[in-house]
């Protein structure tokens, strides 16, 4: 046999080993893709798949292709479960992505007794970064947000305020939030109402805020923003309106409705030519949860990537263990884990002609 051949038949030999070992990696995602959250969970699941596509093109990660199963639980913490058990417990796979707080709440304890990883992006209730070992959150709990913005708030005059809230574990957290640091700040909570998760007529809600004259209206709701704000400029009260990241929705932003609303935002920066190549693949922006989730897609990989190296099993201790030792990811923001729930930084914005500008950065 000539070198050449030989040569031939060992490189073949190589390639049909390396292929042999490569094994598609399997994990979940359990998103709300129709309901009330529908919009959100769709961007979400977007953000995933755009991720998922560019590190398969690459060939995987150490070239084993990587497949995500997605599950919609339309918001709801029971569906969650089912969808939970059913990803664990029939494809045994070690890690899901999750949304919003309820959901993600109701499957922690899961989570923590099968030892499977969770990655939120999305939600921001308290409770999260306390609720199992196995949830790791890739941005940081509504205190932080709510503090600094009641404080800005106080600070440039607006003493009195009123709480619209959503009766979820999200919503209650932020109620919970604004009363402590609001008050702390030296201001006056003068109402609360209620609403209900899809609920989107706000306006019995609204007329009792503004019989109560606040200076300001904090926000704390995860769904129907663009209907609240409508019903909001029709009462014509005039006073301020003020919010979280949740209020970053794009449909709210382009309403005239929304003009002067507050509200502070997680950072995240789409470089021009990522943002253009989504936009081609899905003709859609790459709006914020879509970078959320492209973003945990990739802490994900990087992980993913260390546990292989280390030649390790694909499980969801190994995968948070090696999220909390890299500890910093540089993506479209940067990212830093000294818990399980990350630090990052954010900004205070206004809604302008249909444009939602820098007020001030809050590093």
């Avoid at 830093?336 to 729930?341: I, Q, R, W």
Wanted: aromatic content about 8%; hydrophobic content about 45%.
């Amino acid at each position: 046999m000539n070198k050449a051949l030989r040569f031939g038949l060992a490189a073949l030999a190589v390639c049909l080993s390396a292929s042999a070992r490569a094994e598609t990696i399997k994990f979940g995602a359990i998103l709300p893709l129709t309901g009330p959250g529908g919009l959100i969970g769709t961007q979400q699941k977007l953000g995933i798949e755009f991720a998922l596509d560019k590190i398969n093109a690459k060939g995987g990660v150490r070239g084993n292709p990587i497949e995500i199963t997605f599950e919609d639980n339309q918001g709801k913490p029971d569906q969650s479960v089912l969808s939970f058990n059913k990803l664990v417990d029939l494809q045994h796979l070690p890690m899901i992505f999750t949304s919003f707080s309820g959901p993600s709440l109701a499957m922690a304890p899961l989570a923590t007794r099968k030892k499977v990883l969770l990655i939120n992006a999305g939600a921001q209730a308290d409770a999260l970064s306390k609720a199992s070992p196995f949830l790791i959150n890739t941005l940081p709990t509504i205190g932080d947000e709510i503090a600094i913005l009641s404080k800005w708030l106080a600070k440039n005059g607006k003493k009195k305020a009123a709480i619209l809230f959503e009766n979820s574990a999200a919503g209650i957290s932020g109620r919970d939030n604004y009363i402590s640091t609001f008050t702390a700040a030296g201001g006056t909570i003068v109402a609360q109402e209620p609403s209900q998760f899809g609920q989107t007529d706000f306006r019995p809600a609204l007329l009792k805020l503004a019989d109560s004259k606040p200076d300001v209206m904090l926000v704390s709701i995860t769904a129907a923003a663009q209907q609240m704000a409508q019903q909001f400029a029709e009462m014509g009260v005039g006073f301020q309106v003020a919010g979280t990241t949740f209020l970053q929705d794009p449909a709210l932003i382009n309403d005239p409705a929304a003009e002067s609303l507050l509200h502070t935002q997680l950072q995240s920066q789409v470089p021009p030519e990522l943002a253009a190549e989504f936009k081609a693949k899905y003709n859609a922006e790459a709006e914020f949860f879509v970078r959320q989730y492209y973003t945990a897609a990739n802490i994900l990989f990087t992980a993913l990537d260390k546990v292989l190296a280390e030649g390790k099993p694909v499980t969801g201790e190994n995968l948070r263990d090696a999220i909390l030792k890299i500890k910093k990811f540089d993506g479209l923001v940067p990212v830093t884990f000294n818990s399980n729930t990350a630090t990052v930084p954010f900004d205070l914005k206004v809604i302008r002609n249909k444009t939602d500008m820098l007020l001030e950065d809050l590093k």
